[in-house]
């Protein structure tokens, strides 16, 4: 969620600090701070709102140091206001933090009977405070630190600083992602990679529980208990410099037009031949048996993207597919079973109700297998896997995810492919025909977006709405909950997406003329039904956009709005489908006047519960 960095370098850091905040902008956020060690004393400055507040406040009284921290606040504890932004500090210790601090009011009580003072609302706080506490009963800065971490209870990843011997960088990571990166100009500590992409060029990530400190001679790294730990080193992912939205006005259009170029990679990573499908990082696919079920936990988009697959593998392999929301699964105590295989799907591998899923599932059954689809090959979930599906979508920075969505839905598509032809429920010349069909659809998306004029015509249609229903049978279904995710994500309209079927028990009572909703009517999919559902619509006057692979002269009369996509088959309509439906948003916002890449209140990566 919040963006972490922290840098001990040859020169002034605040430069490398405030360009690392705006790498990570895109993470959501709603203050933000840097706090630099100058001269044996903490400087710090602090905003609310948009990073370029914060950089005015530095530009009329710069700051200036070889080491400092800073920090994008997306608010938990206490409102978005100065007082709660990071970094937090005491006189002589400042600290930023990611993750909740569960016992943060026992902390807080007991710390201010020993004469802290508290300036925000926030749990974050207790950490300087305690840490300085720490400090007072020990000369030993290393347990000092030690000890103050194994006080806290809860997620957190962190980065501190020190006055008066103002020389080492610290850090530590328990529950949310932290990595080290080092360079020419020094070493940094950040929660992404992306923000220290073009000022490292070594990266190691912090495995779980461990902490340390930096400077620029010196790298050291403990394990929970204080024993020293190896670095595994190994070179910045070139992909980190690729994140410049271009000549896009927005990143989500251009992440947008970059999915027919992200099918082309997925299909060749794991079908290139056209006929057969290997996945190399989950040998287990192919070495063991069929499992008697499987179950897909995510959260979001990425539930959209698994309740899509689970139509692909309960048709096709006959076992039971258990689809469950993250957070819903993990507390539920739910029944897992022997001969179960686990998947989870994530575009940041870092997502905190996902994460906590998987590990829950591996304490109950460490027999099962696991399995990860994933954009991020260094995050958590795909080191605590057993094998990973990777999306290969680069980096996504606009928080309505849109290419890594697809590319969730595509490498789907194939693992359910390959599931069903290992099991010779469809034959060789049946699974080359599907997949010849996916190549056709990466085609077909790349020519829906070479003509995007149609999609513009939906906007007016949006101009007096209250909200917007979504409709679908089948795999439409879910890219119906998907669709009005992406509208109320970021032009903040009420959406819904529900089962068109479904739609006489209740939401047949919203519809009025000024409520368009989207039909989502695909020959693959129940299409006769579907288009009983639309007409049904039509007679209590709403505004029907119909998106179809139908050819225009068999289409419904007097829809409002009619898009025409390529006909897929049954894996690979929902990607085609799934295009009016992001520019749909997107048109919506932008019109709107809404900030598309950072709607208000989100965070592109959910690493807190």
């Known amino acids: 969620m919040c963006g972490i960095i922290g840098a001990v370098a040859h020169n002034n850091v605040q430069p490398i600090l405030l360009q690392a905040l705006k790498t990570m902008e895109y993470r959501g956020y709603d203050s933000a701070g840097i706090c630099v060690v100058e001269q044996g004393?903490?400087?710090?400055?602090k905003a609310k709102g948009k990073l370029n507040n914060l950089e005015t406040l530095l530009e009329e009284q710069p700051l200036s140091g070889h080491l400092g921290i800073g920090h994008t606040r997306w608010a938990t504890h206490g409102v978005p206001e100065v007082r709660n932004a990071h970094p937090h500090q005491t006189q002589d210790i400042a600290v930023v933090h990611n993750g909740i601090i569960e016992n943060h009011q026992v902390l807080k009580e007991t710390l201010t009977a020993q004469g802290a003072s508290f300036a925000s609302d926030t749990d974050s706080e207790t950490i300087p405070w305690l840490w300085q506490h720490e400090l007072n009963n020990t000369s030993d800065e290393e347990q000092a630190f030690l000890s103050m971490l194994n006080q806290l209870e809860g997620a957190f990843a962190i980065a501190g600083v020190k006055a008066n011997k103002g020389k080492r960088l610290w850090f530590a990571r328990r529950g949310s992602p932290l990595l080290l990166a080092k360079g020419e100009q020094g070493v940094f500590v950040a929660s992404d990679a992306l923000a220290v992409g073009t000022a490292a060029d070594e990266v190691a990530y912090l495995k779980e529980?461990?902490?340390?400190w930096a400077n620029t001679q010196d790298i050291q790294v403990f394990d929970p208990s204080g024993k020293p730990v190896d670095i595994p080193w190994e070179p910045m992912p070139e992909i980190v410099a690729a994140s410049s939205k271009g000549d896009y006005d927005h990143y989500m259009l251009k992440e947008i037009h970059e999915q027919p170029r992200v099918f082309s990679e997925i299909l060749h990573a794991y079908a290139s031949d056209g006929q057969n499908i290997h996945f190399p990082q989950a040998s287990f696919i192919e070495n063991d048996p069929l499992p008697?079920?499987?179950?897909?936990?995510?959260c979001g988009t990425s539930y959209h993207a698994a309740l899509t697959a689970r139509y692909w593998l309960e048709r096709y392999l006959k076992i039971p597919v258990e689809v469950d929301v993250a957070s819903e699964f993990r507390y539920r105590d739910p029944v897992i079973g022997d001969n179960t295989w686990f998947i989870t799907l994530s575009q940041s591998g870092e997502t905190a109700d996902t994460l906590e899923a998987l590990r829950l599932f591996k304490r109950q059954t460490p027999q099962n297998k696991t399995l990860v689809f994933c954009n991020v090959a260094s995050s958590s979930m795909v080191r605590e896997s057993d094998g990973v599906i990777e999306l290969y979508a680069?980096?996504?920075?606009?928080?309505?995810?849109?290419?890594?969505?697809?590319?969730?839905l595509l490498a789907l598509a194939l693992f359910s492919l390959k599931l069903a032809s290992d099991a010779g429920v469809i034959p060789a010349k049946g699974t080359k025909q599907h997949i010849q069909k996916l190549f056709d659809a990466s085609q077909g998306v790349a020519d829906l977006l070479n003509n995007t004029s149609a999609f513009d015509t939906l906007t007016p249609l949006f101009?007096?709405?209250h909200g917007a229903l979504f409709l679908g049978r089948g795999p439409c279904f879910p890219l119906a909950l998907e669709g009005a995710l992406k509208l109320k994500e970021i032009s903040y309209l009420h959406a819904e997406g529900y089962p068109a079927g479904e739609m006489k028990h209740g939401p047949i009572a919203l519809i009025d003329e000024s409520l368009p909703v989207i039909v989502l009517a695909l020959r693959q999919y129940h299409l006769d039904k579907v288009i009983s559902n639309l007409h049904e619509v039509q007679a209590r006057g709403a505004k029907v956009i119909l998106v179809t692979d139908m050819e225009k002269n068999e289409c419904p009369n007097n829809v409002d709005a009619l898009i025409h996509i390529p006909e897929g088959d049954f894996f690979s309509a929902p990607l085609l489908a799934s295009i009016p439906l992001q520019y749909l948003a997107y048109n919506v916002a932008k019109a709107k006047g809404t900030d598309v890449d950072q709607p208000r209140n989100l965070a592109k990566s959910v690493t807190v519960e």
């Not at 529980?209 to 340390?212: Q, V």
């Open 41 to 45: 004393k903490l400087q710090t400055t």
């Open 209 to 212: 529980g461990e902490w340390g």
């Open 292 to 298: 008697s079920r499987i179950i897909i936990v995510a």
């Open 394 to 408: 680069g980096p996504e920075i606009g928080v309505a995810s849109t290419k890594a969505y697809t590319a969730q």
């Open 463 to 465: 101009s007096q709405a």
